[in-house]
């Protein structure tokens, strides 16, 4: 893989952390990551955004932002509210392909969740992964709904012949609930997808050395890790 797209089921999930996270196992493999963000909503120009975020904590050289846009809304109300020229997807597969030129993985970071509009045509994350051929690592809440909203995820990418990577659970509470520990056996049945990671919550306040030091144990194999779920989910008592 080239090129992974990260979605959430939602906003404000853990997205940046989770991406953060796999850069830092790639970066510690030898890889060369570059990070893409489409669009950035809700900061101005002097503020740090997410893929400067996921290089902070990851040790990655290379981030890419097509497009700041102020105000907190979906990528395309926010530029027709700025009066800015929104992002399509393919201007992000355009973009994401140039990073792929010169770096081992390019991590393509969403703005909220899979079809989140982009640009006045409708244009969302879906479309650029599609015109990429990338497969989509979905990140997940951990507690109640989110059984839900990763199901109608995982459909949305079925139905658009897009691969499903597997879940990351993007928060996992320092003292789970019952549904949080219920959800580590559901969450793969409601995505028809491995759970691949498991990031704690509060980690991307970590100092980035010691993120860096922990990302790999968050992660499964696929990810680059050493995660494993079942052990995960004995040591958490689901």
Known sequence: ???????????????????AAVAAAAVAAGRSVAVLKPAQTGLTPEERGDADEVLRLSGAKTAAELARYPEPLAPATAARRAAMAPVGPARVAEAARELAASHDLVLVEGAGGLLVRFDE??????????????????????????????????????ARAIEQLGVVVGSWPATPDLAALCNL???????????????????????PAAFRAAAGGWLAPALGGTWDADAFARAAGA
Not at 3 to 15: A, F, H, L, Q, R
Not at 185 to 198: M, Q, R
Request: overall charge negative; charged content about 15%; aromatic content about 0%.
């Open 1 to 19: 893989m080239s090129i992974v797209v990260v979605s959430g089921t939602g906003t404000e999930i853990g997205k940046t952390v989770v991406t």
């Open 121 to 158: 045509d409708g244009g969302t994350l879906a479309d650029a992964a599609r015109l990429l051929g990338a497969p989509v690592l979905v990140v997940a809440p951990a507690g109640l709904g989110t059984l839900n909203s990763t199901a109608l995820t995982a459909e949305a990418l079925r």
């Open 185 to 207: 056996a559901d969450l793969p049945d409601a995505a028809g997808a491995p759970l691949l990671g498991a990031v704690p919550e509060g980690s991307g306040a970590l100092d």
